[in-house]
């Protein structure tokens, strides 16, 4: 069968996530390895709408894999939600015989990606964002990565709590998910964590766990919320009202979206890459990849971004169940 795509262009768009480099990379060799010539596009859909592109061939993504950020530069565009920029980057393709455009970011990068495709040029989307907020994906690309940082993070800041006996309030990002903070706090043995997911009750989620830490003889604690949650200094005021601890508080911020990608995110934005590619050249097009049970599918755009995706409350109940609890009965 004739392969009708000849070249097509990637893009990194919305917040970058640690593996992007790797979904790149991917992009770039499958391509060429199907003969097909890839462009890149930098800052995201800006990049398209101001024909801001550079050619890749296999020695432009050596060594790539192991670096945090984005080669290809990263931006929230406003003018693409635009019906004029959307044209604009319509032309862009054309001009530059683009046969097809795989976008690698999140949510707003899928809402361009589903825009550009209404205009008639075939899009890939391959998720990262460090939130695993996108509904169609079990995984994103990055979330991994942030995990681990988080986690290093809180370790070193429990040290500290624990020498000093004190309280700890750390806010983890997230956007309106409470993914990152569940995960984080499972894997740190947080006394408390607060998520987006269920209401926020300061007295029974906090205070409460942190009196029964302390009944059982901590005196140290960990407080995980996640940004979507609510504001850290506010919350750490509260402990401070309600129990007279002095609570310190941490807001890890952007140092979650950097760092070298883990094996997971390395290994699926590879996958994710190729597969991406593969769906261009075999005619699929319109597609977000995803992840499912292990495996890599890809899904219409259109059902994709309707999709809705259940938050693991479960993992939740796990942690209620870890957390520490009050000592039997002292006879
Ligand atoms: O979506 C990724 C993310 O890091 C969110 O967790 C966070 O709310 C947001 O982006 C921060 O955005 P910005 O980089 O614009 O500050």
């Not at 044209?87 to 990606?113: M, P, S, Y």
């Not at 040029?121 to 995984?139: E, F």
């Not at 990055?142 to 750390?170: P, W, Y």
């Not at 309106?176 to 269920?198: K, S």
Request: aromatic share 4%; hydrophobic share 40%.
């Amino acid at each position: 069968m004739e392969n009708k795509i000849k070249r097509i262009g990637v893009l990194t768009s919305g917040g970058d996530a640690p593996g992007m480099n790797a979904a790149v990379r991917a992009v770039v060799r499958t391509a060429l390895s199907y003969g097909v010539e890839c462009i890149g596009i930098r800052r995201g859909w800006n990049g398209l709408i101001n024909g801001d592109f550079v050619r890749m061939d296999s020695g432009d993504v050596s060594h790539i894999i192991e670096k945090g950020g984005t080669v290809l530069y990263t931006a929230r565009s406003m003018e693409f939600m635009t019906e004029e920029g959307q044209k604009k980057a319509v032309n862009t393709c054309h001009l530059l015989g683009l046969d097809g455009i795989v976008a690698v970011g999140g949510d707003g990068t899928f809402r361009g990606a589903q825009a550009l495709s209404r205009w008639g040029i075939p899009v890939v989307g391959i998720p990262a964002t460090i939130d695993n907020d996108i509904s169609c994906t079990q995984y994103t690309i990055g979330f991994d990565t942030a995990c681990n940082t988080a986690i290093d993070a809180i370790d070193k800041l429990r040290d500290t709590m624990q020498s000093h006996e004190r309280c700890s309030v750390v806010e983890v990002m997230g956007r309106q998910a409470g993914y990152l903070a569940l995960y984080v706090g499972i894997a740190t043995g947080a006394t408390a964590v607060l998520i987006p997911e269920r209401p926020v009750d300061i007295e029974a989620d906090v205070v409460e766990k942190i009196r029964q830490a302390r009944l059982a003889g901590t005196t140290h604690y960990m407080v995980v919320v996640a940004e979507g949650a609510g504001n850290a200094m506010e919350i750490a005021a509260r402990i401070h009202e309600l129990t007279g601890l002095d609570p310190r508080v941490t807001v890890l911020g952007h140092i979650q979206r950097g760092g070298s990608p883990t094996a997971r995110d390395r290994e699926t934005a590879t996958r994710m890459g190729y597969e991406a590619v593969k769906a261009l050249v075999e005619g699929r097009r319109n597609r977000i990849v995803a992840t499912c049970d292990g495996y890599i599918v890809d899904i219409g755009i259109e059902e994709a971004l309707s999709m809705t995706k259940q938050f693991p409350m479960d993992r939740y109940e796990v942690l209620e169940a870890v957390t520490t609890k009050i000592k039997k009965e002292v006879h």
